[in-house]
């Protein structure tokens, strides 16, 4: 079994940051891509950024120049640093992350979701 734990949503005034972590742990072989989703209320949930083992990296066209995603290989933990942040970022932040599992098979985890709220 694999675990996401995420950690560091709350509430902020429009122009700040805040960080994300996401923790990966349990029976982990190696993790292919992790990242970030969101869920604004009434709305689907859409990409913010993705990070590879690599370190390749995608955002979405919303975030970018403000949102800065990165990793931890040692930790099995990717961040997402927010800044400037804007009213429209307000949503539950999910982590999903691809990982191979001891057994050598490959699944999508994702974690239970951190809210963020951006006052105006």
Known sequence: QVQLVESGGGLVQAGG???LSCAASGSIFSINVMGWFRQAPGKQRELV???TS???TNYADSVKGRFTVSGDN???TVYLQMNSLKPEDTAVYYCKAVIVTMSRI???YWGQGTQVTVSS
């Open 17 to 19: 940051s805040l960080r």
């Open 49 to 51: 950024a993705t990070i």
């Open 74 to 76: 040692t930790k099995n």
């Open 54 to 56: 690599g370190g390749s």
């Open 106 to 108: 490959q699944y999508t």
